[in-house]
């Protein structure tokens, strides 16, 4: 379960994070916002486990800028201990992965999580700058196949078996892939092929708040 963060505003409605989080980068606020953002994640993943008795994993956004601020790691781990939720069920999803790729401070920071028990992955991987370097560079635990990538590799066979490898490359190196960005049965058929471990996107539910995880989840209690 991945969370995402979405502002409701009496006067302005549902403000995107893409308005919102910019703002709050050269605010210095982002940092605040992301401790929220994790803290609230974990209690929520942990109620969601306790409830169902369920091996859950909640996954959550880490910017760079959020990584280069001192002390990241122990307010990490203190909010996982604070909130008593599993370690091994919290996912850190890194964006901007080609801005640490070279920062040796903040390579250190992931290992420093990963070998205290977070799972790290890259987010969005094949936009932008990332690339295999990132998966042989950083110590990364699996990674997210940007939903651009997965359009490309409808349209064209190259760009299919391009992944293809990549995928195999990274269940060679025990990595686990997400595909994500799956909207209707013709991506999904397609991406079963790239045989990737876990596929996300709209085809199987728009994005969802807490209470209505809630009712989904007792209504699927026997699937």
């Not at 009496?10 to 982002?30: H, M, Q, R, Y």
């Not at 964006?95 to 290992?111: G, H, L």
């Not at 078996?161 to 909207?183: F, I």
């Not at 058929?189 to 539910?205: A, E, H, M, P």
């Amino acid at each position: 379960m991945e969370a995402l963060l979405r502002w409701h505003n009496v006067d302005l409605g549902v403000v995107s994070p893409f308005e919102f989080i910019p703002i709050a980068e050269k605010n210095n606020a982002i940092n605040r916002i992301g401790d929220f953002v994790l803290e609230v994640a974990c209690r929520q993943g942990n109620i969601l486990n306790e409830k169902y008795n369920g091996k859950l994993r909640v996954s959550v956004n880490i910017s760079v800028i959020q990584l280069m601020q001192n002390g990241f790691v122990s307010k990490v781990i203190s909010i996982i201990e604070n909130t008593g939720v599993d370690k091994r069920n919290v996912i850190l999803e890194i964006t901007e992965s080609y801005a640490i790729e070279t920062n040796i401070d903040i390579i250190e920071k992931i290992v420093k999580l990963r070998d205290y028990g977070v799972l790290i992955v890259i987010d969005d991987f094949g936009a932008g700058y990332s690339s295999i370097n990132n998966l042989i560079q950083l110590p990364i635990a699996g990674f997210k196949i940007d939903k651009s990538i997965i359009e490309k590799s409808l349209e064209n066979d190259d760009a299919f078996y391009m992944m293809q490898a990549v995928v195999a490359y990274a269940h060679n190196m025990k990595m686990s892939v997400v595909a994500e960005g799956v909207e209707d049965k013709l991506m999904l058929d397609r991406i079963r092929k790239l045989n990737v471990d876990y596929i996300q996107g709209y085809y199987y539910s728009k994005p969802i708040s807490f209470n209505e995880v809630l009712e989904y989840m007792e209504n699927n209690k026997s699937t």
